[in-house]
């Protein structure tokens, strides 16, 4: 296509040259590899944000739970060896209505109804599901506890022993009894609805394959158990904390996973009641 310039001279619009066209492609490639993170991370924050929303409802539920009761929740009643097979259905009953998000349920008015035909009926499914869960091996995730004896972590089974062969009844965990609050982790990020706390399943396999020890390989043999139940990875490197205060954290992986092998304890602070 021609047409004339002002002097009256035609001129010709030039096409663009292979090395302008591989400039402009290159270009374009640069903008949307920069772009794409930036929206992705503005998305994870985003459930992050909703995560941290969902834990506090969980921390208020308990609070409430705790001035009704004197002490906070126990993580269930007692442990069901059986696995929900037993025959006695008052059992499976009772089991599955004291397990902490069944207890919390009550306070958070989910309005589910729920047959507990077995013990691991869940009136809060939905407000558990953490935002970032993906639907695939190791990528699901759930608002879960700390478990393990006191004062070592804020929620154990009210028994020892089985359902069917009680023993000795657990101490209450009182918030007025908890030396530091706001430095000990109450709810977090799990695979399910708990994690065992390292700080008595240490930590001494690496099943990450990173080199560095990350969970215990005693616990059981279940590939949901990487990180003894924790998902400390799941919102961009690290994981939400809730603590006895009722405050949310987010903590890198490295931050809030770091293992002291010399003393067989978690290095963060917020593992522990109190800092030392």
Known sequence: ?????????????????????????????????????????????????????????????AFMYSADNGHMPYYGWAWDPSNGTTSDRQIWEKTAKAYWYNTLGVYMQTGIEVDFDTRTSDTT?????????IDSPGQQCYIGVVYGS??????????????????????????????????WIMFTDSAHSLVYTPNIWGLYMDADG????????????????????????????????????????WLSYDEIWGWDADNRRMTHQYWRQGSE
């Open 150 to 183: 006191y004062p070592e972590a804020p929620f154990y089974y009210e028994y020892s022993g089985s359902v069917t062969n009680l023993r000795n009844r657990n101490r209450e965990v009182r918030i007025e009894d908890i030396d530091s609050p706001s430095e």
């Open 1 to 61: 296509m021609t047409r004339n310039n002002p002097s009256g001279t035609p001129c010709v619009r030039r096409a663009f040259t292979l090395t302008e066209a591989l400039v402009v492609f290159v270009s374009v490639i640069f903008i949307i590899s920069v772009a794409v993170p930036v929206c992705g991370d503005s998305d994870e924050n985003a459930r992050k944000v909703k995560c941290a929303a969902q834990m506090r409802q969980f921390a208020l539920a």
């Open 125 to 133: 499914p939905d407000l558990r599901r953490c935002p970032s869960s």
């Open 210 to 249: 990173d080199g560095i020890v990350d969970s215990n390989n005693g616990i059981l043999s279940n590939n949901r158990l990487i990180y003894n139940g924790a998902q400390p990875k799941i919102h961009g490197g690290g994981m939400n904390v809730t603590l006895c205060d009722g405050h949310v954290e």
